[in-house]
């Protein structure tokens, strides 16, 4: 990657990196692992699927009270990776977290097929200790009773425990992966109106609703050592 080829927003390199994948066959390009810690700092990563990213963040949706929801709710930040590894790529996302809006994630439910929307509701108590499958399996039935497939967006409704984050990107860096590891390592700083050149904003700056490229300055760019 020559940095005069590079792209002034990062999420125009992101675009075509996730098009590549998509191009390469990779299967489920969307998976990225998700990093939280806990109030008094106890990390944790998961994997999880991207739904959807663009100037206000990368989205994902997940079960609220789960360990990740908790986390969240404690210290809305967290870090993003693609782990592209088949074709020598990476993709590294931090900054703060925000819920997303009810509608937001009502539509997005109702996009699910319908299993998944009647396995959102049996695993309520997502990340808590059930004591078998059996049971898990029973009350997917009977959720499946109460709501029956009838080919429609709206016939499981929305959990009041189940809707969607995004993370708002403060900083993303791009990996390739290069011969006898002299990797390119690209990163992307978000640089805040009236401050300091390539500093990433503070937490009072990016607000809950995250920040757009045009509300919180340019991006500055800059080669990290391999």
């Known amino acids: 990657m020559a940095e005069p080829s590079l792209p002034a927003d990062p999420l125009a390199l992101f675009a075509a990196w996730f098009a590549d994948v998509h191009t390469f066959g990779l299967p489920e390009p969307n998976a990225m692992v998700l990093a939280t810690a806990s109030g008094d700092g106890v990390p944790s990563?998961?994997?999880?699927?991207?739904?959807?990213?663009?100037?206000?963040?990368f989205r994902f949706f997940t079960n609220l009270t789960s360990d990740k929801g908790r986390d969240l709710a404690e210290n809305p930040r967290a870090a993003l990776?693609?782990?592209?590894?088949?074709?020598?790529?990476?993709?590294?996302?931090?900054?703060?977290?925000?819920?997303?809006?009810?509608?937001e994630v009502a539509a997005y439910f109702r996009t699910r097929p319908y299993g998944s929307r009647i396995g959102a509701w049996a695993s309520e108590h997502q990340s808590g200790v059930i004591p078998g499958r059996d049971g898990l399996e029973r009350r997917y039935a009977e959720l499946a009773g109460r709501w029956p497939d009838e080919e429609g967006a709206d016939d499981v409704p929305l959990p009041d425990f189940w809707g969607g984050y995004r993370v708002v990107p403060e900083s993303i860096e791009f990996w390739q992966g290069r011969r006898d590891r002299l990797h390119d390592r690209i990163r992307y700083l978000r640089a805040v109106p009236g401050?300091?050149?390539g500093r990433p904003p503070s937490e009072d700056t990016a607000?809950?609703?995250?920040?757009?490229?045009?509300?919180?300055?340019?991006?500055?760019?800059?080669?990290?050592?391999?």
């Open 81 to 103: 990776v693609f782990p592209w590894h088949a074709m020598h790529r990476q993709v590294r996302v931090a900054g703060p977290v925000a819920e997303l809006a009810r509608d």
């Open 207 to 226: 607000g809950a609703e995250g920040i757009a490229p045009g509300e919180a300055g340019d991006w500055t760019v800059e080669r990290l050592s391999p």
């Open 45 to 57: 990563a998961r994997m999880v699927l991207l739904k959807g990213y663009g100037p206000q963040g």
């Open 195 to 197: 401050g300091a050149g």
